[in-house]
């Protein structure tokens, strides 16, 4: 703990669980999407996000975010007209996701380019968020930490070119967290890194470069 | 290193090195964070504009909330303040008016610090904004004096907790308007020992307090309590610079506030299951906004 975990964050209100988690959650979405433009998002809220969801402005909170805004972006109030000038369609849907934390919501994306996708999540207080499932992958983290995730095919080798590059390159950042998924044997994975430190953007660039890597994202602590 | 776990010790140390509170916690965070204590500064001075903000923000008239169901408490003070003055003063009303303003504009999805919490956003701009705005204290010591707030919040958080959902409002209010009160008597060029001691004031009169939001939003009866821990803070500083003294130890408060705490019924923490959210308007009042069950 620090002294802006009790002065702060700075956020758009009225609910740190609500609003600020919520819109960090939207943010996930929005960076897993890159460069792609978001048309169309089906929105499910579950627990207490589905009862009260109007009131709080949820609804608002995770569109901004999927729109690329911050949980402190003044822009956030008015998402959903941002949203129809950008021409992204979306819909929320009061969902009974079984066996989750209260707030959580499941995002289905769709982008001018055909990309689809879905990210998980729960806001689990504080403006603090954890990241259940991408793309059917169970993950685990929750943007505590600068966290790298990593799009690629199971193939081997993947992982040693990754952590090669990590330790050769950028040797003065330190993993604290690993965790793989996969769909399926040679089919579709994601690594999941939580770092310690804040990476350079060219760390991006480094691992997109990488053979059977996808895509390689960002998720910066607290943002 | 500071481990924030007792109030006593960040008294004991910052009298022994001769230290404010909020300089020996500007030290200590600077250093943990890996910043100079300049750039720590400095952060804390970005929150404390974004404060002054949401109480300018919050003080026009036309902010309503959401849901529809509260607004221009802010601005309706301010009127009142400038124009009748007050019963507490014109200090006491002004300081109310930025309480219920940052807390308006938290209600309006407007831009707040939460202190320690959203819900609790008002109480602390609502106390140092004036001796900034009113009072002519410089903005440096002002902002320094975040730094104690937040010292003795986090060991609030470490030894009991910040949040409604887990300790009731006394937990939220009640460490926000603690925070506040230590904050003031250091402007006031107060001890450290009496910073505590209006820290502990603040958990005694606050104890017991339940979270019982109104269709569980951050409103009713949210945005007033964050009035009323304002007065309770400038109250307890001011016993506090009158050397009255704490009877129970603040470290002692706070266990006691987590005890209590512990023990409330889930109903009266942030479920909306008691209180005044389950009164015949409270019902009717959600109902307005979510439709029957």
Redesign the interface.
């Known amino acids: ?16 669980s609500h ?2 988690g919520a819109c960090r959650i939207g943010r996930v979405v929005n960076k897993l999407a890159g460069d792609a433009r978001i048309v169309r998002v089906c929105i499910q809220l579950s627990g ?1 996000f589905a ?2 969801y ?4 949820t609804d ?1 909170a995770i569109l901004a975010g999927i729109l690329g805004y911050y949980s ?1 972006s ?1 822009e ?2 008015d998402s959903m007209r941002i949203a129809a000038e950008r021409g992204l369609s979306y819909e929320f849907v009061p969902e009974d996701i079984p066996g989750t934390h209260p707030n959580t919501a499941r995002v289905y994306y769709e982008c001018d380019n055909g990309k689809q996708g879905m990210v998980e999540g729960a806001s689990i ?3 603090n968020i954890q990241i259940t499932n991408i793309d059917g992958m169970e993950v685990n983290f929750t943007g505590d930490n600068n966290t790298l995730l990593i799009l690629h095919l199971d193939r081997p080798g993947v992982i040693a070119a990754v952590t090669h590059l990590m330790y050769e390159k950028y040797g003065d950042l330190n993993i604290g967290n690993f965790r793989l998924s996969r769909k399926e044997k040679g089919g579709e994975a994601l690594m999941m890194l939580e770092l310690d430190q804040m990476p350079p953007e060219s760390v991006i660039e480094d691992l997109n470069n990488i053979k059977n890597v996808e895509r390689a994202i960002l998720i910066r602590a607290l943002g | 290193m500071i481990q924030y776990n007792s109030i006593r010790e960040i008294v004991e140390v910052a009298e022994k090195a001769g230290l404010k509170i909020s300089e020996l916690c500007l030290k200590d965070q600077a250093q943990q964070l890996g910043i100079t204590e300049e750039e720590l500064y400095r952060e804390m001075e970005k929150d404390f504009d974004v404060m002054i903000e949401a109480a300018d923000w919050g003080q026009q008239p036309g902010r309503i909330s959401r849901s529809g169901l509260t607004g221009e408490e802010g601005y309706r003070m301010k009127q009142y303040a400038e124009h009748k003055g007050g019963l507490t003063g014109s200090l006491m009303t002004k300081a109310m008016a930025r309480a219920l303003a940052v807390s308006n504009c938290n209600a309006a999805m407007g831009r707040i610090v939460a202190t320690p919490t959203a819900g609790s956003c008002g109480i602390l701009p609502g106390c140092l904004v004036p001796m900034y705005e009113d009072r002519n204290f410089s903005k440096r010591d002002v902002v320094m004096s975040i730094f104690t707030a937040g010292a003795f919040g986090m060991v609030i958080a470490t030894n009991a907790c910040i949040a409604g959902a887990q300790g009731g409002c006394q937990a939220e209010c009640g460490s926000a308007a603690g925070m506040a009160a230590a904050a003031l008597v250091e402007l006031m060029g107060g001890t450290p020992a009496q910073c505590a001691d209006a820290l502990g004031m603040v958990i005694v009169n606050e104890l017991g307090l339940v979270c019982d939001p109104v269709a569980g939003l951050v409103e009713i009866p949210c945005i007033k309590r964050n009035a009323a821990g304002v007065i309770l803070a400038y109250a307890c500083a001011d016993m506090a610079l009158a050397d009255i003294g704490l009877k129970i130890p603040a470290d002692e408060c706070i266990t006691a506030m987590k005890e209590v705490g512990d023990r409330m019924s889930s109903d009266l923490k942030e479920t909306a299951g008691g209180g005044l959210a389950t009164t015949p308007t409270g019902k009717r009042l959600r109902e307005q906004v979510f439709g029957k069950e």
């Open positions: 703990m620090n002294i802006f975990n009790i002065i702060g964050p700075v956020m758009i209100g009225p609910s740190s609003t600020a207490s009862r009260t109007q009131g709080h402005g608002r402190w003044e956030l109030r207080g504080g403006g």
